[in-house]
């Protein structure tokens, strides 16, 4: 019998026993591509995109998991699955916006496999979680062998799947301050979960508005004047002419720019009207 050949066929893959371990072998193997829930590699090998060959397999590394208190923030692990994220009591008491959006995310088999440290990595722009994070005022923890540092979410990234992390690091954990305010999240898409949304906006109502957008620029959008304006009492259509000129959407296959800048739009008006 012959063997079949297959996409992974002429792959490597690396499994380090500690992050001590595989920070190193980032470090010294490279180039090596992490993975952990393979939410976006499968697909990606699937379809016969996947460049990489070598890899780093993440998803057996303890220090990268679980949900916890970290001084007066939260701290959620990179390997916090969708699915546990939506069901933690802390998230649920701490940012209950957080647990909407990991309850949109794909399919019951994508939140169970696909990882918050994933979907801050991987960058897309119409990753749920992000404009979340980026409301919330999050910090990105990133770990190479030789540091730990720190950076702001809305810091993150530089362009479209581009960001300030280098080759060496992997994400270890989000951590969220407490937030005052009502949180609000939507999700605009082909249908409420299962589907990549056209448009997505994040919110927290307080003295001080904070409004995230996805799916409307090359990265995660927070809308600093929208927010400025909204926190000085302008009208709402006047915070929806600045929103507009804060995003940047294109026409894809799953929308138009001209309706996710209605969407959006529309999306402010309804945040405002339904957090006073």
């Known amino acids: ?56 397999d993440l998803w057996r590394l303890d220090e990268l998991k679980g949900i916890g208190a970290s001084g007066d923030s939260l701290r959620i692990g990179a390997l916090s ?55 919330s005022d999050a910090v990105v923890v990133l770990a190479s062998a030789d540091q730990e540092r720190r950076v702001p979410f809305t810091d993150l990234y530089t362009g479209y799947r581009r960001s300030v992390m280098h080759d060496d690091e992997l994400v270890v954990a989000v ?36 409004v995230a957008l996805g799916s409307v620029a090359p990265t995660v959008v927070r809308l600093w004047r929208t927010e ?10 006047e915070a929806k002419r600045l929103l507009d000129e804060e995003i940047a959407p294109v026409d894809d296959l799953r929308s138009t720019a001209a309706y996710r800048r209605r969407v959006a739009g529309n999306l402010l008006a309804r945040f405002w009207a339904e957090t006073v």
């Open 1 to 56: 019998m012959r063997a079949m050949r297959t996409a992974m066929s002429t792959c490597e893959l690396l499994e380090p026993a500690t992050l001590r371990d595989a920070l190193r072998l980032l470090r010294d193997e490279a180039p090596l591509t992490p993975l952990a829930g393979c939410t976006d590699l499968y697909v990606m090998a699937n379809f016969g995109t996947l460049a990489a060959r070598r890899f780093l």
């Open 81 to 135: 699955t969708h699915a546990e994220i939506a069901r933690s009591p802390l998230v649920a008491r701490h940012v209950p916006m957080l647990a909407a959006s990991a309850r949109e995310v794909g399919s019951v088999q994508i939140q169970n496999r696909g990882t918050i440290g994933g979907n801050i990595a991987n960058g897309s722009p119409a990753g749920d979680a992000l404009p979340v994070l980026a409301a």
């Open 175 to 210: 951590e969220i301050p407490p937030i005052d305010g009502r949180q609000w999240f939507r999700k605009v898409g082909t249908r409420a979960a299962q589907a990549i949304s056209k448009v997505v906006m994040a919110a927290v109502r307080s003295a001080a508005p904070r």
């Open 228 to 237: 400025a304006a909204l926190a000085e009492g302008v009208s709402i259509d």
